[in-house]
Nanobody, 123 residues
Framework: QVQVVESGGGLVQAGGSLRLSCATS????????MGWFRQAPGKEREGVVC????????YYADSVKGRFTISRDMTKNTLYLQMNSLKPEDTAMYYC????????????????WGQGTQVTVSS
């Protein structure tokens, strides 16, 4: 049975930091890509950043380059998103998702999803 559970969201002031976690079971990071998506009110869900089965990282949102870092703990089957220098436009529900082998920026290509964790950045 596959489980994907995000945590670590919250309310922070602009310029602050948060570290999101995605705890999984029933998924092997050795043959799957793990990605972070986000969705703000009134907008479509968009890809943020992804790490593929080999450990290669792809950024889909240019606005987060230099501020967000994705990482994996292979022994714990846990994915992380370190978010620094947060801006109000980062406010969204953040989702963890998985697909076979390689990263994709399209939400329709992922077959496993978590429930999401809310990130709110105040100005």
């Amino acid at each position: 049975q596959v489980q994907v559970v995000e945590s670590g969201g919250g309310l922070v002031q602009a310029g602050g930091s948060l570290r999101l976690s995605c705890a999984t079971s029933g998924l092997s990071f050795n043959d799957r890509a793990m990605g972070w998506f986000r969705q703000a009110p009134g907008k479509e869900r968009e890809g943020v950043v992804c790490v593929d089965y080999s450990g290669a990282t792809t950024y889909y949102a240019d606005s987060v380059k230099g501020r967000f870092t994705i990482s994996r703990d292979m022994t714990k089957n846990t994915l992380y998103l370190q978010m620094n220098s947060l801006k109000p436009e980062d406010t969204a529900m953040y989702y963890c998702a998985s697909r076979f082998l390689w990263c994709s920026g399209s939400k329709t290509q992922y077959n496993y999803w978590g429930q999401g964790t809310q990130v709110t950045v105040s100005s």
